[in-house]
């Protein structure tokens, strides 16, 4: 009777173990969506045109479709347009699409299937003289650098990621780049921030990589636009996030949001953690902290995209600004990059990293399983004692 005891409590007790470990494992992975991703270049057009490549994704789901468009005519482009039907397409009318005056000239049809569109418009790169170190964006301003104005590379495609860098006549052998990557399914990226994302995100990843600084002391911002119809991204919140593996030191994360009517539904977003890092192959000890200021109404920067698809664009920009006081200046290692998602929906959630999980699961599992297999022991051994003296 005992040992059978023995054995259930032992059994109770594998079992008590699984169902920590699989709670934890479904609280972390929870039910994932999937996309069907294709790319194409220039659509309808035979080779690249002469300003610029404009690059079309496909991410089908089982009844909606997400198209994302990235081009860089005017100044570099992400636009996102999420619609109803999984049969949505583009169109391209690139006679009027190169004149970059005339609306209409790329559209996404059906018209009535468009549930959502927002843009990402990377307008300005300005640097100052930070010559007492205060990281003061308003003090001595160096004439912004337009990045409508740059000279950009063809798009260099390879899989679900493109490619895209351009330089001012003064960058000497330096580059701004951006890399888009599109995804299937949720998951992180392999260097840091490791943005959590889903199959409704794209990340971009802007970097600028051996710059000539006009000053020993410079510091950069980069000025940011956001495009929409009728309901344009219009805030920024500021939510408190988890520090883990994931990104060291970083305890929030900022969230340029679309809602709609009601405040709490959020259409679209723009997604990043207030970090930069100082080398491509980034380490603790080279993340730089970034600011953003307030999104504020603008005047749109020439992007052929944004005249091609919107008729009545609604502009909000905002800075954001790399390093405090204290911090390196650029030229410390003439390498900067940031992270940032762009999706439709509700932005993603970090949660704890399977690590932290195990750790938290065999932490708090332990006890309770000595705790449990303790009680079950004494009941036992005080039955087997009752019972001894009829023996
Ligand atoms: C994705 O493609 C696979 C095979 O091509 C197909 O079986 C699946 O249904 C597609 N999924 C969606 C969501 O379109
Ligand atoms: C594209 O636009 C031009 C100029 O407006 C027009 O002449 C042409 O017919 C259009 N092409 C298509 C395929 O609609
Ligand atoms: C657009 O620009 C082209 C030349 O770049 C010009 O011929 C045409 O008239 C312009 N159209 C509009 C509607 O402004
Ligand atoms: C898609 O949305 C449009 C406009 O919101 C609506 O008219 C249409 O019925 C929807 N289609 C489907 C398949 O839900
Ligand atoms: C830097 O500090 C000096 C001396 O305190 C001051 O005169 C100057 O205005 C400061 N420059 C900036 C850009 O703040
Ligand atoms: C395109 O990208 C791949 C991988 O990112 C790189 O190896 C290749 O050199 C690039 N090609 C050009 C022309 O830049
Ligand atoms: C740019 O690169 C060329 C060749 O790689 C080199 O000769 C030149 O010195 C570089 N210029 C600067 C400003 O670094
Ligand atoms: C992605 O978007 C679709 C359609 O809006 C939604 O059903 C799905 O839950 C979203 N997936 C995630 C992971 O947010
Ligand atoms: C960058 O820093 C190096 C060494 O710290 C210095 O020699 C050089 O003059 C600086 N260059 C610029 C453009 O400030
Ligand atoms: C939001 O409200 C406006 C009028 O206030 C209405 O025209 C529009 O359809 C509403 N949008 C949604 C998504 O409910
Ligand atoms: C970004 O900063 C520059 C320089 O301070 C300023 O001229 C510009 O208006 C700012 N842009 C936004 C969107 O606030």
């Known amino acids: 009777m005992a040992a059978e005891r023995k054995r259930s409590c032992g059994l109770s007790s594998l079992v008590f173990l ?23 270049l220039n659509p309808g057009l035979p080779s690249s045109p002469p300003g610029g490549d404009l690059l079309h994704a496909r991410a089908v789901g089982d009844t909606d ?8 005519q005017g100044a ?8 109803n039907s999984s049969s949505s397409a583009v169109t391209v009318n690139w006679t009027q699409f190169e004149a970059r005056n005339i609306s209409g000239s790329l559209k996404v049809e059906p018209e009535s299937s468009i549930l959502y569109s927002s843009a990402i418009v990377f307008s300005r790169l300005l ?5 007492n170190d205060t990281a003061d964006p308003t003090s001595d301003l160096f004439p912004p650098y337009e990045l409508q104005d740059f000279t950009w590379s063809p798009l260099n495609l390879s899989g679900l990621s493109a490619l895209l860098c351009g330089a001012a006549e003064s960058f000497a052998n330096g580059s701004l780049c951006l890399e888009l990557s599109l995804f299937e399914s949720e998951g992180r990226d392999q260097s840091w921030p490791r943005l959590l994302h889903t199959a409704n995100s794209s990340q971009l990843k802007v970097w600028l990589d051996g710059v000539l600084p006009r000053a020993t002391r410079s510091r950069f911002i980069l000025e940011l636009q956001a495009v929409g119809g ?10 408190r ?48 902290p970034c600011r953003h200021s307030d999104p504020r109404p603008q005047t749109a920067a020439l992007s052929g995209l944004i005249r091609g698809f919107y008729a009545e664009p609604q502009t909000f920009g905002l800075n954001v600004s790399f390093g405090l006081a204290g911090e390196p200046f650029y030229n410390s290692t003439k390498f900067l990059s940031w992270t940032v998602l762009l999706g439709s929906g509700s932005p993603p959630v970090d949660s704890f990293s399977p690590l932290v999980l195990t750790v938290m699961a065999v ?11 303790g009680g079950v022991c004494v009941c036992v051994r005080k039955r087997a004692a009752a019972y001894e003296p009829i023996n």
């Open 76 to 83: 570099p482009t992400l636009l996102l347009v999420h619609t």
């Open 363 to 373: 932490g708090l599992g332990t006890p309770m399983i000595l705790l449990l297999l």
């Open 241 to 288: 996030s988890i520090d883990d593996e994931f990104t060291p030191s970083i305890f929030k994360v900022s969230q340029w949001v679309s809602s709609g009517n009601s405040s709490s539904d959020v259409l679209g977003y723009l997604q990043w953690k207030p970090v930069a890092y100082r080398r491509s192959d980034p380490a603790l000890e080279f993340a730089t």
């Open 18 to 40: 699984f169902s920590v470990f699989s709670l934890c494992q479904s609280s972390f992975s929870g039910e994932t969506s999937r996309r069907n991703v294709s790319v194409e």
């Open 127 to 131: 640097e100052y003289d930070d010559v």
């Open 230 to 239: 009728v309901n344009p991204l219009n805030r920024v919140e500021v939510h």
């Open 65 to 72: 479709t997400l198209h994302f468009l990235f081009c860089s």
